[in-house]
C-alpha cells in the first residue's frame, strides 16, 4: 500500500512538470493576442484623431487662374508664391507651397517678374530710362493675392485670380495719301504716366507721372473700320496706367524732306480717363494733316477709340 502510493505521487509529480510549460505557453499567448489587439485599437485611435502627417499645422495648395489675360499678353512660365516671409518658385496653376504653416490668419501674393519692371515688396516700377523717361514696353505683369485662413491637420486648397496689371496702348495717325513720303524722322513724348503699382491690388503708388517716348513709324492702316491701306504714323505703348489729376499730353515732333520740323500738341486725357478699367489692347486713332510746302499750319484732330484697330508697321 505504501509502495503505490509513493508511485501515485511520483505519477502525480510528474504530470505536473509537464503542465507547466503548457501553463506558461497559454499565458504567453494570451499577453501576445492582447498586445496585438492593443495595437491595433491605437492605431485605430490614431487614424480617427489626424487626417494629415502634420496634425499640429497647415498646408496650402493653390490654383492660379489665368483666364483675365487679354488675348495679347502672355501669361509667365514661372512665378511666385509669397506667404508671410516664405517664398517658392511655382510653374503651371496648381501648386502644394512647400512650407507648413500655424494655424491662423496669413496673406498669400502670388507675382513674377517682367522685363522692364522692378519688384520691390510689394511695389512693383517701371524702369526709368537714362533720358529719365519711362521704359515704353515693359513686358506684362500680372499678380494676385488672397486671404488664408490656416487650418491645422488640413490642406487649404485656394484659387488665385491673377490681374493683368499692364495694357497695351496703340496711337495711330492717319495721313494723306503721300504725305508719309514727306517724313523723314520724328520723336514724341507722352507725359501724365503711372511708373509704380502695389502688387497687391494693382492701385498706383507713384508720388507723380512721368513721360514715355512713343516711337512712331510710317505703316499701314489695316483696321476694318477705316480705309484699308491708308498711310499711318504708329506706336505702341505699355502702361500701367495714367496718372487722374494729371493731363496725358503728347508732343509729337516731325521732321520734313524740306528740313523743317513741325511740332504738335494734343490732349489725350480724355480718350485715357478710362484707361485702367479694362486690359485689352486699347487703338487710338486721329488724323495728322502735315502743313502744305512752306506753310506751318498743321494739326492733329479728332481722337477716337478704334475696335480691332490694327497697325501694320513698315
Known sequence: MI??????????????????????????????????VTLQLTGCVKDDLYNTPHPGKGAVRVTTDW?????????????????GTREQTAGGTDN????????????????????GITLTGHTATVNTLADGTLEPTPGYLFSGTEELEIVKDDTLGVTV?????????????????GDEERITA??????????????????????????????????????????AGQPALAATLRLMGIMTGERQILTLAVTLTDGSVQT??????????????????????????????????????????????QIEIH
Not at 483666364?67 to 506667404?83: E, K, M, N
Open 186 to 227: 520724328t520723336s514724341a513724348t507722352l507725359t501724365g504716366i503711372a511708373s509704380a503699382i502695389d502688387l497687391r491690388d494693382g492701385a498706383i503708388t507713384a508720388a507723380g507721372g512721368k513721360a514715355v517716348v512713343p516711337d512712331f513709324a510710317p505703316g499701314t492702316d489695316v483696321g476694318r473700320t477705316r480705309a
Open 3 to 36: 509502495k503505490n502510493t509513493v508511485h501515485m505521487d511520483r505519477m502525480t509529480i510528474r504530470t505536473d512538470k509537464r503542465a507547466i510549460p503548457i501553463i506558461k505557453w497559454t499565458i504567453a499567448g494570451k499577453l501576445l493576442t492582447f498586445a496585438l
Open 96 to 115: 502644394a507651397f512647400n512650407a507648413l504653416f500655424e494655424p491662423g490668419r496669413q496673406d498669400l501674393l502670388v507675382y513674377h517678374q517682367a522685363e
Open 264 to 309: 504738335f500738341t494734343t490732349d489725350l486725357s480724355e480718350v485715357l480717363k478710362n484707361f485702367g478699367e479694362k486690359m485689352e489692347p486699347l487703338t487710338l486713332d486721329a488724323t495728322l494733316e502735315l502743313p502744305a510746302e512752306g506753310s506751318f499750319s498743321g494739326t492733329i484732330t479728332g481722337w477716337t477709340e478704334v475696335d480691332n484697330g
Open 67 to 83: 483666364s483675365g489675360a487679354s488675348s495679347d499678353a502672355v501669361p509667365p512660365q514661372s512665378y511666385t508664391l509669397r506667404i
Open 161 to 177: 485670380k491673377m490681374e493683368q496689371r499692364i495694357r497695351s496702348l496703340t496711337l495711330a495717325l492717319k495721313l494723306n495719301p
